[in-house]
């Protein structure tokens, strides 16, 4: 995830070249040679860009900001995604040739501005916490529609939903986008009237405006999967299935379903001498346990939780278990330290997640936690039906 955004932070990390075009493409002259400042010299260019007419800094600063935000690993990956989708074969090479996240960035903003708006919406997804997805396996493995009239169907079924029950939704725009065997539907229904304070020039006001919340459906026809993202909405998700299932996937009933059938199996953890499947391309050096819950078989609402340091001693957790040999228990959550094989000149990265019992991880579905998940998958942890 990128750093908080500033100006100088941000001309610092874009190349000259690409900035002189970025200006350039707007038709704007700042008054300087790109050429003759060095690449770090963000005074500069800061001085300049601030001469400019406040209209003028304010749309340039809001596109800065989405630039700086995709700068990450996960940007870069969305917007391969993307590239993927257009069938554009030399763009992984060319990108993977330019240095450093925000150059990689800007280049695609430039150049291939077509993948943005998609790769802007799956970063945006990649980053919401699992917790915040309701998911729902048990639908019929049927092919989506995605013409114009589906999804003017859809976006006028949570229209009509949440303006009958609420008052709210009187608009509502749906975008769809595909995602290599996924399907994502963004929904920005209209939200209540909200009045708040802003600088209109020079003056302070106080302005009302009708703001959008967001739904995001994802689905996969494969798994017969659907999850959705509704923030302060859950109890909305069971009709927003079956609003999905009748506008997309054109099925006129859906059953009532519970959300996510699957569980973590978590009891392999238990023995120490459980081995993680790391294959030798992952970048994964060394998968730790450094913590355990321990729920008592016997008696209701009894845990035990333990937590060692594992840094000097890899089996630190199973130690401390050992020695005090609790009752019998079941594992329902671990906590779990990835160690990352180090790279010349940087420092090892890790990643810390843990994995609640019956189907609860804080990893995302992009990256580095991709690639664990298909660590856990291959190790006989990640979920299964029941």
Known sequence: ???QYSHKHFFRRIPNFQLNNYFSSKNIDLGINFNNITEKDADAIFTAFTQLPENQQALIEAEFQDIHA???EGGVNALIDEAYFFQDETFVDEIAAIDGFHAKVMRAFLEKHQYWLGAT??????NV???FWKKRNDLPSVPPHVDDRSISALANSISNYFHSKEGRGRNCKVEPYRRHNKEYFFAYPEDYGQSGVEWVRDSLQNRAHHPAFEIIFVYCEKEGSLDIYAPKNTKAV????KIFAKSILKLETLKDGSIDKRVYNLDPIADQNFKFQIESDTGVEQILITGLRLTLK???KRRIGLEADTKTNPNAVYDLLAKLNPPEHYITR???KVLFEPKPGKRAKTRTFNITHPNSCALNYDGDDLIIRQILEK???EPKLL
Do not use: V, Y
């Open 129 to 131: 916490s699992s917790s």
């Open 298 to 300: 016997h008696g209701t």
């Open 1 to 3: 995830m990128a750093s």
């Open 334 to 336: 671990t906590r779990i």
């Open 238 to 241: 069971p009709e927003l299935q």
């Open 70 to 72: 995709m700068a990450s």
């Open 379 to 381: 190790s006989g942890i």
């Open 121 to 126: 919406m799956f970063l945006h997804a990649d």
